[in-house]
Each structure stands twice: as structure tokens, then as C-alpha cells.
């Protein structure tokens, strides 16, 4: 069973910095890209970064180029997400997500965690 | 960046009508366009992939068409369980935009 769980999440005050962690399991986790993706309380979802099986292929919405920052460890099948200078307006809950195909290329995501929050407020 | 559009915003049907949700990109995402479902304190569920593909386990009654700009998503005949909030997602160079959402709600 694939399984994906979230942790790292709190609360910080605007400028901090936090890191997020995703364990992996049920899966062969370096097949895969992976990704995070945000949501807003009562908003909808953001795509945030994603990463390719290699570390090869990197993206970043926007919104967060600069600030956050992807990578992932295979031996461990552990995804992580740097977060630094954060906002208020990064607040949100993180969802980890498996990329549906294996391969180079980004697919869409199959299997998502339930989520860790993060709030940004002083 | 490509920018997703989805419409209606709210659709207000009731069990056993037919739903037709539309996504619209603002330049071509040739057919790499996925649509999920999303219900309260869920995480999304995927459904539809490369325009037109069901994912694993989802029921014949969702369908989705299209190439280019412009999807849509079609729930045949709507169950209790389907009302819910559906997103449209695009990939393309490592960059994965949603829509801005389209909630399907009980009449």
C-alpha cells in the first residue's frame, strides 16, 4: 500500500524558515517524481515544487522561486521542501503527491498525504 | 505561465443529471491535462489523466475530452458521492497549474 506522510509543519512567525518532510513507503520511491502541492484554508490547490526521480528536473510555481527549495533522498525515500522567508500568504496545508508514471517526464499525481499545516503569523 | 481556467465556478445539479465541467488553458497543453476531485478534509483523488484517461478504479460515468485549450470534464449521471469540488491540473516543463476549481453542489 503507498503511503505518504507528511511532517514538519507549524507555526512560524513571517521570515523564518521551515523544512517539511515527506516518508515514502508501499512504492519504489526513486521511479518517481515527486511533488508538493499547497492549499489555503477554504482556497484550492497550488502546485509548489516538483522534483524528478534523479533530482535531474526541478520546477518551482512562482510564487515560491527563490524562497523554497525541493530535494529528495532516495536511500531514505524521503521528499523534503526548504522553506525560507516566509509570509503570511504561505500559509497553508502541504500535501506531499507521487507522480503517476515513472520516468523523466512530469505525470499527474496518483497518491497524495493528508497534509501538514503550516501557519505564518506573528 | 499558463493560466487554467475552470467554469462554471459552482454548478448546482441534482443526483442522476449529467455534469459537464469546463477547463480552458491560456495557450496549448497539447493533451497533458488531468482533472482531480477534491471533498471536504480529503486529499484530491485523481481521475481523469492525459485528457481523457481514467485513472485506476474510477467509474465509467466520469469522461473527459479535449486537446489543446479547452476540456471538459463529463459526470454521465451524478451519484450522492460525486458532489464534490473538481479541479483541472496542466503539466508541462516541470510546472503543474490547477484551475481555480469547479464545485458541483446539490440542488
Known amino acids: 500500500e503507498v503511503q505518504l506522510v507528511e511532517s514538519g509543519g507549524g507555526l512560524v512567525q513571517p521570515g523564518r524558515s521551515l523544512r517539511l518532510s515527506c516518508a515514502a513507503s508501499?512504492?519504489?520511491?526513486?521511479?518517481?517524481?515527486m511533488h508538493w502541492v499547497r492549499q489555503a484554508p477554504g482556497k484550492g490547490l497550488e502546485w509548489v515544487s516538483g522534483?524528478?526521480?534523479?533530482?535531474?528536473?526541478?520546477?518551482?510555481a512562482d510564487s515560491v522561486k527563490g524562497r523554497f527549495t525541493i530535494s529528495r533522498d532516495n536511500a531514505k525515500n524521503s521528499l523534503y521542501l526548504q522553506m525560507n522567508s516566509l509570509r503570511a500568504e504561505d500559509t497553508a496545508l502541504y500535501y506531499c503527491a507521487k507522480d503517476t508514471f515513472g520516468g523523466g517526464a512530469m505525470a499527474p499525481f496518483d497518491y497524495w498525504g493528508q497534509g501538514t499545516l503550516v501557519t505564518v503569523s506573528s | 505561465e499558463i493560466v487554467l481556467t475552470q467554469s462554471p465556478a459552482t454548478l448546482s445539479l441534482s443526483p442522476g443529471e449529467r455534469a459537464t465541467l469546463s477547463c480552458r488553458a491560456s495557450?496549448?497543453?497539447?493533451?497533458?491535462l488531468a482533472w482531480y476531485q477534491q471533498k471536504p478534509g480529503q486529499a484530491p483523488r485523481l481521475l481523469i489523466y492525459?485528457?481523457?484517461n481514467r485513472a485506476t478504479g474510477i467509474p465509467a460515468r466520469f469522461s473527459g475530452s479535449g486537446s489543446g485549450t479547452d476540456f471538459t470534464l463529463t459526470i454521465s449521471s451524478l451519484e450522492p458521492e460525486d458532489f464534490a469540488v473538481y479541479y483541472c491540473q496542466q503539466r508541462s516543463n516541470w510546472r503543474g497549474t490547477f484551475g481555480q476549481g469547479t464545485k458541483v453542489e446539490i440542488k
Open positions: 522534483i524528478s526521480w534523479n533530482s535531474g528536473s526541478i520546477g518551482y
Open positions: 508501499g512504492f519504489t520511491f526513486d521511479d518517481y517524481a
Open positions: 492525459d485528457a481523457s
Open positions: 495557450q496549448s497543453v497539447s493533451s497533458y
